[in-house]
Nanobody, 121 residues
């Protein structure tokens, strides 16, 4: 399973960006798709998580500004980011919890390559 992320870039504070991540390869089903961020020297942090069934999660720092969405048929996840702040500057990673086979109940976790978002005036 491969995850290909795109959409990062440099913007000014208050502007918007939309990240996308497409999963490809051979698998049975994707249970969850998520977006994380990481800044140098710090742990990777969960921003938004969207299961196929169940509640969507947002970190407090992005609630009301970021929206995660999925296109299940295309195995794609997006992160619409509004009102970006300098503190949103980070490398953003998509993550997928994947059932690789019909008989394998426990999912396998995969990561995309990361896409850099820079928010600066």
């Amino acid at each position: 399973v491969q995850l290909q992320a795109s959409g990062g870039g440099s913007v000014q504070p208050g502007e918007s960006l939309r990240l996308s991540c497409a999963a490809s390869g051979r698998f049975f089903r994707i249970n969850v798709m998520s977006w994380y961020r990481q800044v140098p020297g710090k742990e990777r942090k969960l921003d938004a998580r969207m299961p196929t069934a169940g509640d969507t999660f947002y970190a407090d720092s992005v609630k009301g500004r970021f929206t995660i969405s999925r296109e299940t048929a295309d195995n794609t996840v997006h992160l619409q980011m509004l009102s970006l702040k300098p503190e949103d500057t980070a490398v953003y990673y998509c993550n997928a919890e994947v059932r690789t086979e019909t008989w394998r109940i426990l999912p396998v976790e995969y990561w995309g390559q990361g896409t850099l978002v820079t928010v600066s005036s």
